[in-house]
């Protein structure tokens, strides 16, 4: 129509070469472990907001582990982005919780499916476990396996 400015397209599959193969149909769960596989969100607070992210293993009262598990293998080895503001955080323990303020987040050991997260300035009780949450609509960890 005249002074239109949309253009809207769905179905297209570029191809590389002279030759045309068959559309491919992908689902939107097979679509989005193939994206997972370089990007992938463990824990959003603005869409879940005091979610597990992990079991929590006090080293000694100051240094807490996390192991996260991917939903499927990374291409890659990862890196690990975190939202480091205070209070973003807690590690359920002993009948309480154990709020981060000003924790730092580091990425340990990483892995094609798993990472290690390591908490520092955690205040804790040694040899104690117990679970990471969020508790900020706006903390994240998020894990790339970029190109």
């Not at 045309?20 to 959003?44: I, K, M, N, P, W």
């Not at 582990?65 to 503001?85: K, L, N, Q, Y």
Request: hydrophobic share 35%; charged share 15%.
């Amino acid at each position: 129509t005249a002074g239109a400015s949309t253009f809207e397209i769905t179905g297209v599959q570029l191809e590389v070469g002279d030759h045309a193969t068959d559309f491919e149909h992908r689902s939107f769960g097979d679509e989005l472990r193939r994206c997972q596989r370089y990007y992938y969100v463990h824990s959003d607070g603005a869409l879940y907001n005091n979610t597990t992210i992990g079991m929590a293993c006090y080293q000694t009262s100051s240094t807490a582990m996390v192991a996260v598990h991917f939903p499927v293998a990374m291409r890659a080895r990862t890196s690990m982005t975190v939202w480091s503001g205070s209070n973003g955080y807690q590690i359920y323990v002993n009948d309480g919780s154990d709020v981060l303020t000003g924790s730092t987040f580091s990425l340990l050991r990483d892995g094609y499916t798993t990472a290690q997260i390591n908490i520092t300035s955690a205040d804790g009780d040694a040899k104690a476990a117990g679970l990471l949450a969020n508790r900020s609509s706006s903390s994240f960890i998020a894990f790339a396996a970029e190109l």
